[in-house]
């Protein structure tokens, strides 16, 4: 495929499982593969808060080209393959005073979104990450945008990703949330609850959804204990353009609304281990199906990185 046939056509991305543009430039040393590693002081920090901060993907011109590709998801121009997506809302709030856009699997209808799944300084610290001590193989699972204009920008109400998620099993999975503008408390960014990875219910499954039109940040205290209320302490990310938190699929988190004057845009990118089953016979995703019991794999679902496959020496593995 032609990296210009992702955008903007109705070709789908999702069949080539491999970057299509130039982006990002391919890493074939031995050594670069090697420093996108996350050290070992950084694996013991997310193991203890549930989420590692401020860790640096993306250079501020990739940033502004990812960013042109917005357009397609405010309004300002139309994608013809729109019908691609998972979902699609312009204001998930419903509210006209608290606008949050929200949509998934954008990374089937443009090079730039596609060729983020694949993206090293990502994948490898995910490999890390779901599976300390070694290096596991991981798979895509879905992207999600959000963004939250000037001034009246919508909250995303705290909660788990994986209370979204328990179609699939076992619970394998990491997000990774990479801010495309500056995050401060002042224009919504991400906020975390630490520690909160371990709060379950019924032998391990995740907390309820208590919002889900995003909008009611509070609504989570209803359902928390008094030892995770003493706990919610919320800690504010204050992620530069470019820089990524990973965060564990229990990890509590949210964001209030923008009232800055400046827009709040980020990309979403969630993985899993391979292995990972389908927990339904219902769609996994919009008119995707897999049956009950089976791997998730296969187009929609690609393995984004395979440490037998990469220059990593055996320590490492």
């Given at each position: 495929?032609?990296?210009?046939e992702?955008s903007p056509?109705?070709?789908?991305?999702?069949?080539v499982?491999r970057?299509v543009?130039?982006?990002?430039a391919?890493?074939?040393?031995v050594?670069?593969?090697?420093?996108?590693?996350?050290?070992?002081?950084?694996?013991?920090?997310?193991?203890?808060?549930?989420?590692?901060?401020n860790?640096?993907?993306?250079?501020?011109?990739?940033c502004?080209?990812i960013?042109a590709?917005?357009?397609?998801?405010?309004?300002?121009e139309?994608?013809?393959g729109?019908?691609?997506l998972?979902?699609?809302h312009?204001?998930?709030?419903?509210d006209?005073?608290?606008v949050?856009?929200?949509a998934?699997g954008?990374w089937r209808?443009?090079?730039?979104?596609?060729?983020?799944?694949?993206?090293?300084?990502?994948?490898?610290?995910v490999?890390?990450?779901l599976?300390?001590?070694r290096?596991s193989?991981?798979?895509f699972?879905?992207?999600?945008?959000?963004?939250?204009?000037?001034?009246?920008?919508?909250n995303?109400?705290?909660?788990?990703d994986?209370s979204?998620?328990?179609r699939?099993?076992?619970?394998?999975h990491?997000t990774?949330?990479?801010?495309?503008d500056?995050q401060?408390?002042?224009n919504?960014g991400?906020?975390?609850?630490?520690?909160?990875?371990?709060?379950?219910?019924d032998?391990?499954?995740?907390?309820?959804?208590?919002?889900?039109?995003?909008?009611?940040?509070?609504?989570?205290?209803t359902?928390?204990?008094?030892?995770?209320k003493d706990?919610?302490?919320?800690?504010?990310g204050?992620l530069?353009?470019?820089?990524?938190?990973f965060?564990?699929a229990?990890a509590?988190?949210?964001?209030?609304?923008?009232?800055?004057?400046?827009?709040?845009?980020?990309?979403?990118?969630?993985?899993?281990?391979?292995?990972?089953?389908?927990?339904?016979?219902?769609?996994?995703l919009?008119?995707?199906?897999?049956?009950k019991?089976?791997?998730?794999?296969?187009?929609f679902f690609?393995?984004?990185?395979?440490p037998?496959?990469?220059?990593?020496?055996?320590?490492?593995?």
């Amino acid at each position: 495929m032609d990296a210009g046939e992702c955008s903007p056509s109705l070709q789908d991305c999702s069949m080539v499982h491999r970057p299509v543009g130039d982006l990002f430039a391919p890493v074939t040393d031995v050594d670069e593969w090697q420093s996108f590693m996350l050290s070992l002081s950084q694996i013991e920090q997310f193991q203890r808060d549930g989420f590692l901060l401020n860790v640096p993907v993306l250079t501020p011109d990739q940033c502004d080209k990812i960013l042109a590709d917005y357009k397609y998801f405010l309004g300002e121009e139309k994608h013809p393959g729109m019908e691609m997506l998972y979902e699609y809302h312009s204001n998930q709030s419903g509210d006209p005073d608290n606008v949050l856009m929200h949509a998934l699997g954008h990374w089937r209808l443009t090079k730039h979104f596609h060729d983020l799944v694949f993206l090293p300084n990502v994948v490898v610290p995910v490999s890390q990450l779901l599976d300390p001590g070694r290096m596991s193989s991981v798979r895509f699972w879905h992207d999600q945008l959000f963004a939250k204009p000037p001034f009246h920008g919508g909250n995303v109400a705290w909660h788990q990703d994986y209370s979204y998620w328990t179609r699939t099993t076992p619970m394998a999975h990491l997000t990774v949330h990479i801010a495309l503008d500056d995050q401060t408390e002042e224009n919504g960014g991400l906020h975390y609850i630490p520690g909160s990875h371990r709060w379950t219910r019924d032998d391990g499954k995740p907390l309820p959804v208590t919002d889900f039109s995003f909008k009611d940040m509070e609504s989570i205290k209803t359902i928390l204990t008094e030892e995770e209320k003493d706990g919610f302490r919320p800690v504010c990310g204050n992620l530069r353009k470019g820089e990524a938190s990973f965060h564990h699929a229990l990890a509590v988190h949210g964001s209030y609304g923008n009232r800055s004057d400046k827009p709040r845009r980020a990309a979403v990118l969630n993985y899993f281990k391979d292995g990972v089953c389908s927990n339904t016979d219902g769609e996994i995703l919009k008119d995707i199906c897999v049956p009950k019991g089976s791997k998730m794999d296969g187009q929609f679902f690609p393995l984004v990185f395979d440490p037998e496959c990469m220059p990593f020496n055996e320590a490492s593995k």
